[in-house]
């Protein structure tokens, strides 16, 4: 699997939109771009995920830039519960094996 | 609908020790899943389960065995707990391979 890059840390007005970014400049053809969140020392929680095109779910949108290599998670309403940590993960469609970095530490201040 | 159920919650051990966690899901999920997440990093798979009988290594399985008991459960077992083995441990399971994975609430397990 492809290996991403997150920034270790972010800060994001309360009611404003959060855009977290994520490079994978290894990016195969057959992977997919994932997105958890870990909120405290909870079990990490689903956000989204993408092939190529762009997504949008209750939660997030997902941009994925033309050639792959990036991708920006966005949340267009940052709350303070919002504040967690964020995974970026490639992963091929057919493989188990879904390795989680370091992510990125968005802090919602009031 | 209780989704992925961890037990214990915490636990200490001494070193030498044996335990096994357990985990089991009521979504009739195929895949199940160990990480364990040491303070400060990001989660690391242990063992997964692709299937009902079926068992794999991932990234860290040194110091671990597990077993796929049957569709609904899948335990995680230290034969002999190390101070290294002091983490916090998540099972998760999902529908299939590319599923999304649902997450339990954690077991933090300290070996002293």
């Known amino acids: 699997d492809a290996k991403t890059t997150q920034p270790p840390s972010m800060d994001c007005a309360e009611g404003r939109a959060a855009n977290l970014p994520c490079n994978h400049s290894?990016?195969?053809?057959?992977?997919?771009v994932y997105w958890y969140r870990q909120i405290h020392s909870q079990g990490p929680q689903y956000i989204i995920h993408?092939?190529?095109n762009n997504e949008t779910n209750e939660m997030a949108s997902l941009i994925i830039t033309e050639d792959r290599k990036s991708s920006t998670l966005i949340l267009p309403h940052a709350t303070l519960r919002d504040t967690a940590v964020y995974y970026c993960?490639?992963?091929?469609?057919?493989?188990?094996?879904?390795?989680f970095g370091a992510g990125t530490r968005l802090t919602v201040k009031p | 609908n209780a989704g992925v159920t961890q037990t214990p919650k915490f636990q200490v051990l001494k070193t030498g020790q044996s335990m096994t966690l357990q985990c089991a899901q009521d979504?009739?999920?195929?895949?199940m899943y160990w990480y364990r997440q040491d303070p400060g990093m990001g989660l690391r798979l242990i063992y997964y389960?692709?299937?009902?009988?079926?068992?794999d290594k991932g990234e860290v399985p040194n110091g671990y065995n597990v077993s796929r008991l049957n569709k609904r459960e899948f335990s995680l077992r230290l034969e002999s707990a190390a101070p290294s083995q002091t983490s916090v441990y998540f099972c998760?399971?999902?529908?299939?391979?590319?599923?999304?994975?649902?997450f339990g609430s954690g077991t933090q397990l300290s070996v002293l």
């Open positions: 998760a399971s999902s529908e299939d391979r590319e599923e999304k994975l649902f």
């Open positions: 290894t990016i195969s053809g057959n992977e997919y």
């Open positions: 993408g092939l190529k």
């Open positions: 993960i490639v992963r091929w469609y057919n493989n188990n094996d879904m390795r």
């Open positions: 979504m009739n999920h195929n895949s």
């Open positions: 389960s692709a299937s009902e009988g079926t068992t």
